[in-house]
């Protein structure tokens, strides 16, 4: 035992000082903005003066709006920027420095030459939420069954949906999530307010305009988000040079027009290991059914989609955090790679036309 | 008039143009981590699934967290950090691009050799919130009487109180807050729940706790946060360095005791102009006069406190966005030259012992 686990430090040491001697990060140009929002008028003056300003008539707040934090490296002009949406119950902490501090999708990507793109979903985090239905429901002018829900992830629920091991508290023997720092994953767990949002989804809207916005994007979604690219391209496909989408359901009931706007679009699909063998969880398997009739879906109709199934590839124990996992930047450059096969030649010959 | 505006867009195309031309960001290290965070206990299963997943037991959720995102420059280690804490129904987005697109302070800073680490409230952008008083009150377990009061400024109030005119929509005449980008800042606020939180306040914990983290930090406050440091450096003053409070109310009923703790620590308030000029909204003129108090007692339990009013300096037109403010980086530099010559000089001498 101590022979093997040896190795293991070894090898995680070896690890983290390779990270450790990483050259700085030269960026060209970061900052943040927002894309979309539109204004509500709220019905009535609130009775206190609640940031107002006393004497104020009633007021207008702005809602459905998406914020972003970017970077560009200074080659980033050369590739496709990649526009990062996290899922349920998490925030764009989903890509940065992971639960056991190691590099996240974000920098690794941009070190990589990518500009990156980091959306925080309509109604979570830094784009906010549209409070007006709590505050009617607190002066009694709408009953509580009108509150939405708010969705949040309990601790036991992430252990079961995000695959990190059979039962609470225990892990699969080859799990890749850095298990002993679970607890600064469930820090990022936040409540998930998209049950206020109208439809379509604002934060689809949004993510075609960005597209739009950068003459060209890869839409990368997970798990909430993770046909919210395809969502996006239905709306507009315009702007999105290529889609990520990383273990959700896929729709099948597609509309023969609308999987030819999709088929025009390099489609990658990635889901990792141990789909089937959370107990008392098994909506995994019917997920990855799903996609996989999708990519076909897709194929069939003249598209270029792809499937990427790491225990197929012999890649085992990724669970649905993936990009938090310890084998995190080996699947960012199997993704860096279809990126470059898919999108970016494509996109050179666009470009030359 | 063609000539004056003539003048002035060449002076603001000179600025953008001096600020494209700025080098590349170099980062020696930047990425996210969280402070602080309790396990809460949910009373009841779910009814639903609610990303529990069927068939688990009940839940527990983290809740207190406070989320930062951090840069550190290749020279970073040889001054102390800033720790950036927004204001009312705002996020760190405060600290960064501007409404109109310029720099903010956080990048500034940064390339001022500063380690800048910004921090999103607890309850607030990608810290997350309580959730569970909202769910009680939908299922019928609590009234909505104790639904918590969801704080949103609307456009209406933040003109008034963050002082862009004397009228909502009528800008200042020396007013220097971007008032034609004012939608943009309108899209960075968002709801507050400041008030489902436990007391004392877990972003002060949180901030003392980062401070003694850092081993040395000067903590800077905005408006709700501005006496955020003062509290933070009243629970635990060991890593309190330096305190940056802009724009708020003081606190003048201070302990003797807790006088001796905060003359200890070099504090710098900075208030804007206008103060006394919005029509129904005279607030600020009573927070100044409590702030010169409180700067007062500082200095007389032998401190190093100062009050920088802009106006009195001679630098007019800035609103309570004072870091949004056409002359931010003019308002950072005196900041910069603030903690040059009241922190880094003790640290400095610190260091030496």
């Not at 505050?135 to 252990?159: E, F, I, K």
Request: net charge neutral; proline share 8%; aromatic share 8%.
């Amino acid at each position: 035992m101590k022979t093997r686990y040896g190795i293991l430090v070894l090898v995680l040491a070896g690890s983290a000082a390779a990270q450790k001697q990483s050259k700085p990060l030269v960026i060209e140009e970061q900052g943040s903005f927002f894309v979309g929002g539109e204004t509500k008028v709220l019905p009535a003056p609130p009775a206190a003066p609640n940031g107002r300003g006393p004497g104020l008539p009633g007021g207008d707040i702005t809602v459905n709006q998406m914020y972003v934090q970017y970077q560009i490296p200074p080659n980033g002009n050369r590739h496709v920027p990649v526009v990062m949406v996290h899922g349920c119950c998490l925030s764009s902490k989903t890509w940065e420095t992971t639960p056991d501090g190691r590099m996240g999708w974000n920098e690794y990507f941009v070190r990589k030459d990518r500009p990156v793109y980091l959306a925080d979903q309509v109604s979570r985090a830094r784009s906010g939420f549209d409070p007006s239905v709590f505050n009617a429901v607190r002066a009694g002018t709408v009953p509580p069954s009108q509150l939405p829900t708010v969705l949040d992830a309990s601790h036991q629920g992430a252990w079961a949906v995000f695959r990190f091991g059979p039962t609470y508290g225990k892990a699969f023997r080859d799990e890749q999530f850095p298990v002993s720092a679970v607890d600064e994953l469930y820090k990022q767990m936040i409540p998930d307010l998209n049950s206020t949002l109208p439809n379509p989804n604002p934060t689809w809207i949004n993510m075609a305009a960005l597209a739009v916005k950068l003459k060209g994007a890869i839409l990368m979604g997970h798990s909430e988000s993770g046909f919210f690219p395809e969502q996006a391209a239905l709306i507009d496909p315009s702007g999105v040079r290529g889609i990520i989408s990383i273990e959700m359901p896929c729709a099948t009931t597609l509309t023969a027009a609308q999987l030819q706007t999709l088929a025009k679009i390099p489609t990658l699909v990635m889901f990792g290991d141990h789909l089937g063998d959370v107990q008392g969880f098994n909506n995994w398997p019917t997920s990855f059914d799903s996609c996989n009739a999708f990519v076909k879906q897709v194929n069939d109709a003249g598209g270029d989609a792809e499937m990427m199934s790491l225990p197929k590839m012999g890649i085992k124990g990724n669970s649905h955090m993936l990009m938090q996992d310890k084998n995190n930047l080996q699947l960012a450059d199997l993704i860096l790679a279809w990126i470059d096969k898919h999108v970016e030649d494509k996109h050179v010959e666009k470009k030359g036309r």
